[in-house]
């Protein structure tokens, strides 16, 4: 059986994207038959197969049993999965950065939404905020908090920071329920850490709500630093 050199199915590989991007595959279309495309491209049938398959994984094609290969929907939040999957092996280094990230687009996306909230939006944003209040535990309170969050961010009317924000969640989630579950006074305060910034948008003021949106968002990084900190400081001393 023939060996397929990598370079070739980098080629193929390409040389797809181009065909999407240029429009000749439109989101929600059937690929030529493979011996057919494989000719059209002037590559072997294992180059194009192993496209296809590196493709499909990122959600670009989908291959669907006995109906042949797809061009996907190409959304932002299905492009993006595998981003959220690559944050879950990231390093205590690595996820410090993630943090400075979300320092950057949280606040955007706050301040977005903050203009382009309607009033019904609004209702919908104090209910979640008033979930802090009937939380009683590490978990309910998590989910509130991951919940406000998503919201404005749906908010913002950007598709793609909404979807952005969303992957970076999947990371920080478990840090951020760690947190809330050894920090008592943390879980007990979330309801006026969210209020400045329930506030702000309500207000319409999008300054203001990006201003207390990178506070929020910069304290909880601090805490990270400083427990990361701590824990390489332990494993000097232990």
């Not at 980098?10 to 595959?25: F, H, P, T």
């Not at 990122?58 to 049993?65: C, D, G, H, M, S």
């Not at 019904?120 to 009683?136: E, I, M």
């Amino acid at each position: 059986m023939p060996v397929n050199h990598p370079m070739k199915t980098d080629v193929a590989i390409a040389r797809i994207k181009e065909m999407i991007a240029n429009g000749e595959l439109a989101p929600g279309q059937r690929l030529p038959r493979e011996v057919d495309l494989a000719s059209q491209l002037g590559l072997s049938r294992n180059s194009l197969r192993e496209a296809v398959r590196a493709l499909s994984l990122i959600k670009v094609l989908e291959t669907r049993q006995g109906d042949g290969t797809y061009v996907t929907s190409l959304s932002s939040r299905l492009l993006l999965e595998s981003v959220s999957f690559v944050t879950n092996l990231l390093n205590d280094e690595q996820m410090l950065e993630i943090w400075e990230v979300r320092r950057l687009l949280e606040p955007a996306a706050t301040a977005l939404a903050s203009a382009r909230m309607t009033k019904a939006d609004h209702l919908q944003l104090k209910a979640h905020l008033d979930r802090f209040v009937s939380a009683t535990t590490a978990e309910e309170t998590m989910e509130a908090d991951e919940d406000f969050h998503r919201f404005i961010a749906a908010c913002s009317g950007n598709t793609i920071l909404e979807t952005v924000l969303e992957t970076m969640s999947a990371r920080t989630l478990r840090l951020r329920t760690w947190r809330k579950a050894i920090d008592e006074g943390h879980r007990r305060a979330a309801f006026e850490e969210h209020l400045p910034i329930y506030d702000a948008i309500l207000a319409r003021d999008p300054e203001l709500a990006r201003s207390t949106s990178a506070m929020h968002v910069a304290e909880g990084e601090l805490w990270l630093r400083h427990s990361i900190a701590a824990g390489n400081r332990a494993d000097q001393t232990g």
